[in-house]
């Protein structure tokens, strides 16, 4: 057997991406005990397995299948993706067929309903589901609704489609049923005649198609439940197919396995038999052996020799269908799952219960691994091992978690098995493919130790050299890479040849690599030498067009961009040849081709192009978002985030096509506008939108359950995460109980999530999809906006050809047109500038205190300073200055602005030059209050959220918790503990650097004799009482000291006070890091126990403020560096995300340490200026506390001291 070793592009943030499908079926092909297939091909299959029961009459069986492939699809795909929706219409169909209307309905009404939304209004997909819905309507004598749904369907495929198409004549061939069932059988006959006419027409009145149109008469009886019509519809469809086509055509034989079909589930499997067996001998010889319609007549024979009681002969048949559904479909597919259950029911039939003990316990762990450990199916299977076992006087238990595989294996074969090795390679790239390259790499590398150590090279072996190979890649060890894959490349041409088409596949596998470290003579070399090999292989011509792209790549590096797409316009024609137009194989291909049409200045060809691999991305998107992991641990990657250089370069290209149809600009803007957004990967955003679902359910137990929900998937990747660290690492006692012991909690909260999702299903339906923000459009921003407010969104696009990284600007007023920027400088030159302004300002890390931030080694740092600002408004502000003027800002920063605060740009300088005091700049805030959002849906989702009611307390403030210092010996904190007048020398000290955030902790919880070590911060108490007067709320609302502890935090939030109060309040250290490691986290520091535990160790860590239960306006984090993003481009950090998922609508948090005297007079007096005028919003009043810095002058107008804190969220 050969196999494939290599990369397919895909068009990403990362340039090159392996095709993991292709990976894993490389290492199958030499794996015969094992099968793994993703989400997508399981869905898609199951759909298949459905639709071949609904066609051999067996509705009972499907419908027993199609609830547990949709069950499957709501945890495995999402209620909302079009897979789950095409599931819905097959449990439908086999509803319908037996005659249960009301239950098929529902189902209908839910295909109808995602399909309208997920796709074109003129969709014939969506004709298919009126017409499906239009057919169960009028079997319940909904005959009006049902009327307009086949009018509806029929004025789309008119349209769509042409008057004569053939799907028109099945329109009508409905609205003949309709007719005749309501007593207008005048009607029925002239929508009969029309369906005749428009056949006729179409193809000619003794064309093949009108026979086929009568077998379609037929079949559609049949699924109508009408039995004794669809019978002899059957009957004579079967005659004129006779009389027409050859005696092994398809179609005659679908008709014979139809009626066959019909006959089964009419108890009649005798009369069924003969029929089975026509059909089967007709697929064979039209078909083939291996086809997988011979599989289906295979099956529905095996079924009718069942009912007969004739177990051996159905054991033959299943046996037969097995390796066909095995080769067509996978080893780990639903049909393959479905003939492997019917196989060991019959065994069991046949008394052979050891033997269909062994093919449920393989049934089991595919469904496992498939579905999750809670699915319908994985407890079938285990309860026909029980019976099996029983039978055979066994008390064996079978495994019944899919995500126990791994364990099972390291259990029952120990750590060095080949096959545990396979489970560690089969999880790493599970995880590479989810672009979790940091976890998968551990794994893979483990397998690939574990191989090694067996001795003998083998292509289980290549194939985790390569994998681990891409992991390297991706994480931009390119050395690593290459040498990985040149030992396998040396291996297999030692051991079979340099022609060999495994070798080939390295070949490709080192040129990708050497096209990345720009060797392009080496690119080509390797290229051409693979493309020689795969020439000669009728097997490999899906290799050799991968060598032809990975040149046309090549013909890109080197400038050649006419030879290039010719290269990727004829790999792009016979991939759609082979896999069709719409497969997901074209994507990368389909990128190329944009590029170098862009390249070239063809802009409506690249548009084409881009387009065409934007929407076949967008519905992987549908379907890895929705999948069985995405449901409970949102760790599968977004397609769309994955591949957003497609969304960027589409960005792009609208742009330059804009100026060359400047008619088409303000569409081309829009069409840009939600493009930019759907690549935006923000988790504070995400949090902001499960929000946002909350709301949407209300207040009551709905409302509860959706945060439980929502709680318990935090715990679910807590929980994944260290799971799979364990599992990367050495095993030892204390480890393996470890596992033992968070797979028994994996297993609890999954089953909680499937009965909350089950709840969730009846009770809330749309709330799949409210999980994740979408992009919104220009009237939805307006929507939101408050009349004197102006939406500034920047976005960031990667590169293109020798396009640069470029920054595009949207601003979009309440009332008037929107206006669409480039920036005319690179986004790595803005990054480049906020880098600088930041460092002038000399914001480095040190933790709140009163030691100045502000440096002044440079001769003129204030004209620097303003310098940078002033020419950082002229490209980002300065273009729509009109638009903005007298307006409030809400900011929605790219990547290369997310850590500027954007009232610190200078609309103009002092006129006395640089040397000038801070207090004369026109500082943007003089003009403007400024908000931001971490993306444009988090606009919408605030403005539809609004504010909680008015019952509850203004305030509720932590502060001062009570720390010693870095001698231990500083108890200014110790006299602070209550509200009054500051004690004599209680003022602030110099504040010491902040240690290493991962040195705090000691296991799982913290040092706290390191945290009670941290400098004190005895003002704080001073700003907690000051608000808590200005707000009325009294001392009682203030928790210091002691009180200021992380148990009192979550005693808060058990007891309802923190959900009861409008303003909560930290005023403390904000701990955050951009490369924490170990169990570090970003947290807020509060007073430490005396021993630590896991409810409270002093430290309020990112994951734990997500448990709480907040429904406060304003949370206010007076601390350093709540604001900056934990490494990788995220724009807010860990902390904002947390507070956002724990019910806050609006955040005041800080870009960088602040100087706590400044941190006091800034949040006090942003307080009290609410609390003094109520019209105005929280925006404009940190503005004017922000000012009012400023106009002291001197050392507070320095913007080091002022400009840190920033309002993320909800203006009002």
Not at 525 to 535: D, E, K, N, V, Y
Not at 601 to 626: M, N, P, V, W, Y
Not at 1000 to 1014: C, E, H, I, K, T
Not at 1055 to 1076: Q, W
Request: hydrophobic share 50%.
């Amino acid at each position: 057997m050969t196999m494939r070793i290599g990369w397919q592009r895909r068009a990403g943030r990362n340039k090159r991406r392996w095709a993991g499908g292709v990976l894993l079926g490389l290492f199958l092909a030499g794996a015969p005990a094992f099968s793994y297939a993703g989400p997508a091909e399981d869905a898609e299959a199951q759909a298949m397995a459905v639709q071949r029961l609904l066609d051999d009459d067996r509705a009972a069986d499907g419908e027993a299948l199609a609830r547990a492939a949709l069950a499957a699809a709501e945890t495995a795909l999402g209620a909302d993706a079009l897979e789950t929706a095409n599931l819905h219409r097959l449990l439908g169909d086999t509803l319908f067929e037996q005659g249960r209307f009301g239950e098929a309905e529902p189902h209908f009404r839910k295909a109808l309903a995602v399909r309208r939304a997920r796709l074109a209004p003129d969709d014939p997909e969506i004709a298919r589901s009126a017409n499906d819905l239009a057919v169960t309507l009028k079997s319940t004598g909904a005959y009006r609704e049902a009327e307009e749904l086949y009018n509806l369907a029929l004025a789309i495929r008119q349209s769509a489609l042409g008057p004569d198409h053939a799907d028109v004549a099945t329109t009508f061939f409905g609205l003949a049923r309709l007719f005749g069932a309501r007593g207008d059988h005048a009607e029925a006959a002239a929508a009969i005649e029309k369906a005749i006419a428009i056949g006729a027409t179409a193809f000619g009145p003794d064309h093949r198609t009108v026979v086929l149109w009568r077998g379609e008469r037929a079949f559609m009886l049949h699924f109508a439940g009408s039995y004794a019509v669809a019978e002899p519809a059957y009957r004579a469809a079967i005659a004129a197919a006779e009389a027409s086509f050859k005696d092994d055509d398809v179609h005659l034989a679908s008709y014979r396995q139809g009626l066959a079909n019909l006959l089964f589930e009419t108890r009649r499997p005798g009369a069924a038999e003969p029929l089975y067996r026509a059909a089967l001998a007709a697929r064979e010889t039209a078909l083939g052996p291996d086809h997988p319609a011979v599989a289906a007549s295979l099956e529905g024979l095996g079924r009718a020799l069942e009912k007969q009681k004739r177990a051996a002969e159905a054991v033959a048949a299943y046996r037969r269908a097995l390796p066909i559904r095995e080769a067509s479909a996978g080893r780990a597919a639903p049909a393959t799952d479905a003939v492997l259950m019917r196989l060991g029911v019959a065994l069991m039939g046949d008394e052979r219960a050891d033997e269909a003990e062994q093919v449920f316990r393989r049934l089991l762990a595919l469904r496992e691994r498939a579905q999750g450990p809670d699915a319908a199916g994985v407890g079938e299977a285990a309860r026909w091992i029980a019976n099996a076992a029983n039978a055979g006087d066994r008390a064996a238990e079978a495994e019944i978690f899919a995500k126990r595989a791994l364990s099972i294996s390291l259990a029952a074969r120990g750590d060095d098995d080949l096959l545990t090795g396979f489970d560690f390679l089969v999880l790493g790239l599970v995880y590479s493919g989810q672009q979790r390259f940091a976890e998968a790499d551990p794994l893979l590398t483990r397998a690939l130790s574990i191989m090694e150590g067996h001795g003998q090279e083998s292509e289980q072996m290549v194939l985790a050299r390569t994998a681990l190979a891409y992991t390297r890649f991706s994480q931009r060890r390119l050395d690593e890479a290459a040498a990985l894959t040149r030992r396998s490349l040396d291996a297999v041409t030692a051991a079979r040849g340099a022609s060999d088409p495994t070798a080939g596949e390295l070949m490709l596998t080192l040129a990708y690599i050497r096209l990345e470290q720009g060797d392009l003579a080496a690119a080509e070399r390797l290229s051409q030498a693979a493309r020689a090999i795969f020439a000669t292989l009728a097997s490999r011509q899906r290799s050799a067009i991968r060598a032809d792209s990975l040149i046309g790549r090549i013909r890109m590096a080197e400038g050649r961009f006419d030879e290039a797409g010719e290269q990727f316009a004829a790999a792009l024609a016979w991939l759609r040849g082979r896999f069709g137009t719409d497969s997901a194989e074209t994507i990368p291909v389909l990128a190329d081709l944009g590029e170098a049409a862009f390249m070239r200045g063809s802009f409506a060809a690249a548009r084409r192009a881009l387009e065409r691999a934007a929407t076949l991305t967008e519905r992987l998107a549908a379907i890895d978002a929705q999948n069985a992991f995405a449901n409970r641990t949102g760790r599968i990657e977004d397609q769309a985030v994955a591949r957003g250089a497609i969304f960027d370069h589409l960005v792009k290209t609208y742009e330059r096509l804009s100026q060359e149809r400047p008619r088409e600009r303000t569409a081309l803007a829009e069409k840009a506008f939600l493009t930019a957004q759907r690549v935006i990967d923000s988790r504070a955003a995400v949090a902001l939108s499960q929000l946002g679902a909350r709301h949407a359910a209300g207040n009551g137990d709905l409302a509860r359950l959706v945060r439980e929900r929502q709680d318990l998937v935090e715990r679910w990747q807590r929980d994944d995460r260290r799971l799979t660290s364990l599992h990367g690492q050495d095993r030892a006692g204390d480890a393996m109980a470890s596992i033992a012991t968070l797979e028994a909690a994996l297993s609890r909260t999954d089953r909680r999530i499937r009965a909350i999702d089950a709840r969730l299903a009846e009770a809330f339906p749309d709330f799949a999809s409210l999980r994740r923000p979408e992009p919104v459009g220009f009237a939805a921003a307006r929507a939101a906006l408050a009349e004197d407010e102006v939406l500034l969104f920047y976005a960031d696009t990667s590169p293109l050809g020798t396009v640069d990284f470029e920054t595009y600007l949207w601003a979009v007023p309440k009332r008037g047109a929107a206006r669409w920027i480039r920036l005319d400088r690179p986004s790595r030159a803005l990054a480049a500038d906020v880098r600088r302004l930041r460092g002038m300002l000399g914001v480095g890390p040190l933790t709140r205190g009163a030691q100045s931030l502000v440096a002044d080694g440079e001769p003129d740092r204030k004209g620097a300073v303003l310098a940078i600002a002033a020419g950082l408004y002229e490209t980002m502000l300065a273009p729509v200055a009109d638009m903005i003027a007298g307006r409030t800002l809400v900011v929605v920063p790219s990547r290369s602005l997310a850590s500027l605060p954007v009232h610190l740009l200078v609309r103009a300088r002092p006129r006395t030059g640089g040397a000038a005091d801070y207090s004369e700049a026109g500082w943007l805030l003089r003009d403007h209050a400024i908000a931001v959002m971490p993306s444009v849906a988090s606009l919408a989702v605030l403005a539809a959220v609004g504010r909680a009611d008015d019952e509850r307390v203004p305030y509720l403030g932590f502060a001062n918790p009570l720390l010693t210092g870095p001698g231990g010996d500083d108890r200014r904190a110790f006299t602070r503990t209550e509200c009054g007048p500051a004690a004599a020398g209680g003022g602030a000290a110099a504040a010491a650097p902040m240690p290493a955030l991962s040195s705090l902790f000691r296991g799982a919880v913290a040092d706290v004799g390191a945290v009670r070590r941290l400098t004190p911060l005895p003002e704080t108490t001073d700003e907690a009482c000051a608000i808590a007067r200005a707000l009325r709320a009294g001392d009682d609302a203030v928790s210091l000291g002691r009180a200021a502890s992380e148990a009192g935090v979550k005693r808060a939030s058990q007891d309802g006070r923190l959900a009861r109060a409008r303003i909560v309040h930290f005023a403390t250290h904000g701990l955050v890091s951009g490369d924490l490691s170990g169990l570090a986290e970003p947290a807020i520091v509060l007073t430490p126990p005396a021993t630590a535990t896991a409810r409270d160790d002093g430290l309020l860590t990112a994951s734990e403020v997500a448990t709480l239960k907040l429904d406060a306006d304003w949370v206010i984090l007076s601390a350093c560096n709540t604001a900056s993003g934990d490494g990788g481009g995220e724009a807010l950090s860990g902390l904002a995300r947390a507070f956002f998922y724990a019910g806050a609508r609006a955040l005041l948090v800080s870009h960088w340490p602040v100087q706590s005297d400044a941190a006091v007079r800034l949040v006090t007096g942003a307080v009290a200026a609410l609390a003094a005028d109520p019209r105005i919003d929280r925006a404009e009043a940190l503005r004017r506390a922000m000012l009012a810095e400023i106009e002291a002058g001197g050392a507070r107008a320095d913007p080091a001291a002022w400009a840190p804190f920033i309002l993320v969220g909800a203006t009002r």
